[in-house]
């Protein structure tokens, strides 16, 4: 990793000697997870646990005329079959809409279908047994009639009048519309030399976590508490939700999460069967076990970027681009999620558009409606591919039009690194982007014109490799202008408690979660290097609300940048008190003294005065040695949210190197860069492997990766063999470079690193098979870029 | 996920694992490798009442080699069909196809006798089988039968195999000296199933097939062994030559749809890959190269 620091600033607590930030340290946890003791929701069992097993609908849409269980509560091992009547007794309906999101409607969601089932898959009874197996072998044995409805799986007819409607109540199928317009886009348009318009097309897919969702609940009717193990990003948000919904004060809640086989966004939502999970504990009065499977995964875990959206640029000869126009169009299934909502993806794409250019006409609409299939909602980067494609597809057309190289007409039109800070027409504000800087490091890295004139020769030879380029924006550190504002309970603030035990050693409990990113690695890094302690020292406690301070969680890339500031401030005023006690101790002053190396020294000359093991036995042992009227404070929390900037926007650049075999339509990945720019790196490897897990989950999506459904709304590949995730072998090497300008709004100056990779990965390779393509004049918008795709587009089949 | 619940019986002998056979019929189903049969059973696609494990039976282990044939035990794992001198050096043509079956761990269980039992009409060794001109032994209570391996695939996951039999072993002739093989799949991943391949076997004289053998897989609901391989044999192959080949192929072809490839894509990929198998066997690249309608 090279890094350039844009805004050096004086020595700061994170530039102490032995300071961890900026340096690949091992991860705590990581001897704890290879040795095979990590606690994943699966390994945890508690006396009378319960397993139970959802039976889930085989239609898309269908009334449920009766359901006869009378056989399976007979079938060995099974000890309730709950129908979705039954459970509304303990626990209300919700529905997924924010007040910020103007006019987004949605129907109420029950825990299990009541009266209909809306999607292949929505779950119509609980079956609860003696284990996983016994249930299933139940499950087979209800007997569900069902009444076949008209099914709306095509979001181009979803809004036609001839469609049948979802939901009465509603009127009509369109969940939520936005239009925004900025500039003179219709007098910017006529003012262009070239006009070029295209549909982009985005297939639906989905984040597979290795670890599917799964939930241990425990009613504890005696404390008349809920104890809710799961694998969620959200701990503080689970627990207000399942407080409103079963009817307890959220004291009543305990939501405990200990590892996390990845989440990917999948992880931050309320799920359906996930509710009824935590109904059925309270229900049935005991501990009740629920890990979804893999097909149940694919049929349940929300989808994402199931998109059709119409670009429009203007250009003018000398590459000015002069506006841009979308219209989106996207199907989210028969609810809105909740408490999210699954308006936000669409919203992102109407405010993202265009986002690195210095355009200011802009034009767009975005429609979200309802469909019977499953429910969409935030996945990693969510709208940045969908905005980033459209945008970089639209800006490669354009050079492609007026014959100018994609470096150049970016280099002319990408906001200038000294414009900060600045807004968009969409009125997103940016404290400060490199996109120039970021542009001009991806080039060196690739060698551009060597890998041209490589092209070049192949071209010759029949071979035909092309470069896509991507620019992108990145939301990151969200202040509670993402939710918050909107009504939703969940917190946009992080805490973190640390304090020093009694042998000078530090406990730090913090807000945020860990689902294998490194939360856990970077907390440590942050605390050992504003105290001066090692991080084999530091203990990181994280995902317990009983345990740690209040918060938001790890999602849209904020753990880092909020939770970590939080760590910072709060380990800032521990090192203050350890230092005014030092100073008593020692008959000194806090302005002499350090700490480092685990002990306190003098800011001098470094000579060690006492180790903190000592510091700590005299205050909690001995504090009667101290002066009259000193009481030592050893633990300090701090909170912090973003209160400048409703968003952290982050920049950066892809390049995709790859081969088209233009016989066979198959395409072969052969390099791939990154430059971006999150600020302060407080971990590089870290960094470096988020960007590139981000990466390959983009070029699944733009290769790989779609739920195909049929006519009827039948999920056809819910499995591992026909639903293709990317796979090592096939792909490319990933090179990461940074620019570095850290966020002024904290002391920290991190911004997040975790989606940068997702959104302009599958743009990028679009544009590189745009760009191998070249010679047959084909252009394809559409991803996944199967064989099928480019065979058809070269007329081959 | 939970497979529902079976009888287990581990068979001591052949002559036992056919009597367990005899009694249960196609309410039995026979566990080698598992790899295809442990997934269909935990998504409940099958129910047998009986499994008869067959992994402990020795005696359908092994390679060896009789004289000019080489004879192969039925639970030969992959890896070792990947590691063995002597299929390198008399089936080699195998060790090119096992390279592109699934991946490593499923390819440390799997066995050939299972895979050739399975049919999946997308996978390597069936077609392999039919390159190889290789004779498919198997053994029931009227005793063994030997079937050709063109006669063995008979559908999707269909084969000449009677519910009371068990896949034993297999022969092919040893490779003769001269001669060539191909092989090639088009998958989306390295180790997913094909959507068209190809397994040839040819030997050459004064740069002519003397004779070819061409196996092709996932262009129909089995392998399929392509008459278009005489129109190539002993005649001074050119582009129209080949092309003529193609047509042939074409009219033999009848491919499946799936979400992968339309029939009319696997019929354009069997053609590219005619032309790419035909180049390389004969170390004409020419052949190979350019557009394929």
New interface residues.
Partial sequence: MTSVRVNPDALSVLDRPNSYIGKTVPRPNLERLLQGRGLYVSDIELPRMAHVVFLRSPHAHAKIVGIDAAQARAMPGVIAIVTGQELAAVITPWVGVLSHLKGLKSAPQSAIAIDRVCWQGEAVAAIVATS??AA??AA?HVAVEYEELEAVTDMRTALDPATSVIHASLGDNLAFERVHVAGEVDQAFADSDEVVETEFIFGRHTGVTLEPRSVVADWNAAEARLTIYQGTQAPHMVQNIVALHLGLREAQVRVVCKDVGGSFGIKVHIYADEMATYALSKLLRRPIKFVA???ESFNTDIHARDHRCRGKIGVKRDGTITAFEIDDLTGIGPYSMYPRTSAIEANQVVNLVGGPYTSKNYRARARVVFQNKNVMCQYRAVGHPIACSVTEGLVDLAAMKIGMDPLEIRRRNLIADDAYPCGSPSGLRFEKLSHHASLAKLVKMMDYDALRAEQAALRKK?IHRGIGIASFIEVTNPSAAFYGVGGAKISSQDGVAVRLDAQGSVICATSITEQGQGSESLTAQIVGSVLGVSTDRVRVILGDTDMTPYGGGTWASRGAGIGGEAALQATKILRKNILDVAAVILQSTPDELDIANNAVVNASDGAPRIELNELARVVYFRPDTLPPGIQPELMATKHFVPREYPFAFTNGVQASWLEVD?????IRLLKHWVVEDCGTIINPQLVDEQIRGGVVQGLGAAL?ERC?YDERGQL??A?M??Y?V??S??MPDIDVGHVVSPTLESELGAKGAGEAGTAGAAAAVSNAVNDALQPFGVTITEIPL???VV?TALG?? | ?????FAYARATSVANALDLLAAHGDRAKVLSGGQSLMPAMN??LISPELIVDIGELTELRGITVRGDVLVIGALTRHVELLKSPDIAAHAPLLVDAVAHVAHPAIRNRGTLGGSLAHADPASELPACMLALDATIIVRGPGGERRIAAEEFFTGIYETALAPQELLVAIELPVAKKGSVHFFHE?A??????A?AGLAAQASIDGGRFAGLRLGFFAVGDRPLLANAATRLTGVEVSAAVLTEACAALDAELDPQED????P??RR??AR?LLKRGVAALLGRPELG?????
């Fill in positions: 996983r197996a299933e072998d087979e499977d893999r097909v029949g233009t016989e066979t339509g198959f790989f195909i056809t590949n499995n063999a026909d293709l990317p796979m072998g096939e199967t064989p099928q065979l081959r089949v | 996920m939970k497979a529902a619940a998504l409940r088009f989306r991943r390295h180790g997913d199933y959507i979400q992968q490839a339309s009319e894509m354009h990929l590219v190269a350019g557009a394929t309608t």
